[in-house]
């Protein structure tokens, strides 16, 4: 079936570092794949997205490459801040299907 | 962008009454919406999907007598939460459907607490 594994939370990094957080799935099929941030308070919101391999998602200077030979979408940030700090999604969507499959969040601390 | 809109953002209640949660599309028309359940610390949860003039379709373990919902039109999809409990206080959220790019667009959430 289809399911995503994201790297257990949280992540603490001070502000500029470089930020990786990993996400894989199983899916057959050519799935889209997903970022999701839920910042303290607020609803969740699109972060960026691919939909077929070897795309590159960008958004705010994160991004994350669909490697199908590897079944990733790890997020990446050169230089992280404090406005950052949130919760992050990684998702897929089965091409046979509208509904998303959900990884179980990570939560990222930057610290001044 | 799409905006989509859940009301009231927060709800407190007492055990055995009814709560009921608005989900609009703002600027869009959405044939389908998500129901979802988020309990602190953890990802998301489908209690159902929402599918405008038919029945909603539940997840499994999802009971659809108590989550009652309506999507009476194409940008207003309702949760009614009936006879509510304390283990149903946690966070719901919304997410409406469009197929043109094939995206969901969520809600702000409700959070609900009942006494």
Redesign the interface.
């Known amino acids: 079936g289809n399911s995503v594994t994201q790297m257990e939370g949280p992540v603490t990094l001070s502000e500029e570092a470089f930020l990786t957080i990993n996400c894989t799935y199983t899916a057959t099929g050519y799935p889209?794949l997903f970022w999701?941030v839920q910042y303290p308070g607020?609803?969740?919101?699109?972060l960026l997205k691919a939909t077929k391999a070897d795309d590159k998602g960008s958004n705010k200077g994160f991004e994350a490459t669909y490697r199908k030979e590897t079944t990733s979408f790890h997020l990446e940030k050169g230089s992280v801040q404090v406005s950052d700090s949130a919760v992050y999604?990684c998702a897929l969507?089965p091409d046979s299907n509208?509904?998303?499959i959900?990884?179980?969040?990570t939560?990222l601390i930057i610290k001044p | 962008g799409a905006v989509?809109s859940?009301h009231p953002s927060w709800v407190i209640c007492k055990s055995g009454t009814s709560v009921k949660i608005e989900c609009r599309s703002l600027d869009f028309q959405a044939t389908?919406m998500?129901w979802y359940r988020q309990f602190p610390?953890?990802?998301?949860m489908?209690m159902a999907?929402s599918n405008e003039g038919s029945k909603a379709t539940y997840e499994q373990g999802v009971e659809k007598d108590k989550f009652l919902i309506n999507h009476a039109s194409l940008t207003l999809s309702t949760l009614t939460v009936t006879s509510a409990h304390p283990e149903d206080s946690s966070f719901y959220?919304c997410?409406a459907?469009t197929r043109e790019g094939?995206?969901?667009?969520?809600?702000?959430?409700t959070r609900l607490t009942v006494l």
Not at chain 1, 42 to 46: A, I, V
Not at chain 2, 41 to 44: R, V, Y
């Open positions: 889209s999701y607020e609803g969740l919101q699109l999604f969507r509208y509904q998303l959900w990884g179980a969040g939560k | 989509v859940q389908t998500f610390k953890q990802s998301l489908l999907t959220i997410s459907f094939w995206e969901q667009f969520f809600g702000p959430g």
